[in-house]
């Protein structure tokens, strides 16, 4: 099934469980289901061990032992302490006829699969000592029910050791910590199970969410289609402010004009500078100085940061943009002469710091990056765009997306640049700033080769062919 694009997180999940109409009985059978049939869809059958917690997730292990048993697969039980008297997960322990093994090391090691079904998504303590020993000493791969236990659904975070799976199954709608890291490298491959969960459950809960994640993909957002009566002034004019690194504004106005921008100048702060840009691709109109520049109000959008100094020549234009009432796209030295400061960027559409930059403007991330990039807009009124190989896309409202398809291979001086570029290359065509960042987080992602030796130049020949896969994907 395709996964649906909205995130949920445990306790959003618990409440959905919880309002719906179809008992938990009946969800925790359909659940062990997914996972027998998960596992008989990626491994053979083998001498497996399921671990079971006292808990609902436990339940779940009974019900996957039971069905992979009826398979015909050698299937062991170890309990993790009892499940509560008269609760769902008993009821599917009592209906576990066969072996029960104790809860060592031992038994794990000679397992050649083996199901994690310790923990729920949303741990209260870590898991301990002897529970990480038995799973670390699995003989095969390991199979996660729902997260890899000690992992937090909500942020994607460790609680104490976890080991990693191979793979994770989980049920009606991913949770953030599957997409943030280290939560994404820990879950290994994953597989999204319907398990019968009303939609009007989910609806209900969603509707109730003051703050809404989703996963970003086409869909979330739509790019703007141009019409056959388009010309190049409907399709925006986009300003880069140039300064002593030329190639990074060249690498964002080339951008903003893969993205879609009718009309792109590179804004020179000298002459020098201008000969620089006139040096680069003969489509981007080279023009100066960029303060004589927010005197023309057709030059509505701007991107501010890439090759400019962290100094109060950045932070004056800056000002002067924002005072204009542009549009602008904050990076790089714009966020850098702001450092300790954030409210001198309020008023803009978008920033895209990375971690560092972020710590400098707004204090340490600390170990929820969709908590962190949620206040951080909310203090600024701002969409503010956390990047990484996990970015967070975060606006003022509460709405954050989980990008999730950034290749290795954008670790590489420039892709900031070109993100920048393309994010003020959609704004210019109309697009909100909380879809036009999302919109340029996944295009930049798909547009970059994903083998080694890519560039950022690399990134921009790969632009068109995103822009296609995401008309296509919508």
């Not at 919880?18 to 062990?32: C, K, Y």
Request: aromatic share 4%; charged share 15%.
């Amino acid at each position: 099934m395709a996964w649906p694009l909205e995130l949920l997180p445990p306790a959003a999940m618990a409440r959905a469980d919880a309002a719906s109409s179809v008992p938990v009985p009946v969800l925790m059978e359909a659940a062990g289901r997914a996972v027998a049939r998960a596992a008989m869809a990626r491994f053979r059958p083998c001498r497996t061990l399921v671990l079971a917690g006292p808990g609902n997730n436990g339940g779940d292990g009974y019900v996957a032992a039971r069905l992979l048993h009826q398979a015909g697969w050698p299937v062991a039980v170890a309990a993790m302490g009892a499940q509560k008297a008269g609760g769902p997960a008993a009821e599917a322990a009592a209906r576990w006829a066969g072996p029960v093994v104790p809860f060592t090391p031992e038994e794990a090691a000679r397992a050649g699969l083996v199901i994690d079904a310790l923990l729920g998504s949303a741990p209260s303590r870590p898991l301990s000592a002897e529970a990480v020993a038995v799973l670390r000493a699995a003989g095969g791969p390991v199979l996660a029910v729902d997260v890899p236990s000690g992992l937090d659904g909500a942020n994607g975070q460790a609680l104490g050791e976890v080991v990693p799976s191979a793979l994770t199954v989980t049920f009606a709608r991913l949770k953030p910590g599957h997409l943030l890291l280290p939560g994404r490298r820990l879950c290994g491959a994953l597989v999204l199970a319907d398990i019968g969960l009303p939609r009007a459950a989910l609806d209900g809960v969603l509707a109730e969410e003051d703050e809404r994640s989703f996963r970003n993909a086409p869909g979330l957002w739509r790019l703007p289609v141009p019409e056959i009566e388009s010309h190049k002034y409907r399709r925006g004019h986009v300003v880069v402010a140039g300064g002593t690194m030329p190639g990074a504004a060249r690498l964002a106005a080339a951008a903003a004009r893969r993205a879609g921008a009718g009309l792109v100048t590179l804004a020179a702060a000298s002459e020098e500078a201008a000969a620089a840009f006139r040096a680069g691709e003969p489509g981007a109109i080279v023009a100066g100085p960029p303060v004589a520049l927010l005197e023309d109000a057709r030059r509505g959008h701007w991107v501010i940061g890439p090759g400019l100094p962290p100094d109060e020549g950045t932070r004056a234009l800056l000002a002067g943009a924002l005072g204009a009432g542009r549009a602008v796209v904050a990076d790089a030295g714009a966020l850098g002469a702001c450092a300790g400061e954030p409210e001198a960027l309020r008023g803009a559409a978008i920033l895209t710091p990375h971690a560092g930059e972020f710590a400098r403007l707004f204090g340490e991330i600390g170990p929820d990056r969709l908590a962190a990039a949620r206040g951080a807009a909310r203090r600024i009124g701002a969409v503010v765009v956390l990047k990484g190989p996990d970015t967070v896309i975060a606006a003022p409202d509460g709405r954050a997306a989980i990008n999730h398809n950034a290749p290795p291979s954008l670790a590489t001086a420039g892709t900031g640049d070109v993100l920048a570029g393309i994010a003020g290359g959609l704004l210019a065509q109309g697009m909100e700033p909380f879809e036009a960042a999302c919109a340029a987080v996944w295009l930049q992602g798909e547009a970059a080769p994903k083998g080694p030796g890519t560039i950022a130049e690399d990134v921009l020949a790969g632009i068109p062919g995103a822009l296609a896969a995401a008309f296509k994907g919508i």
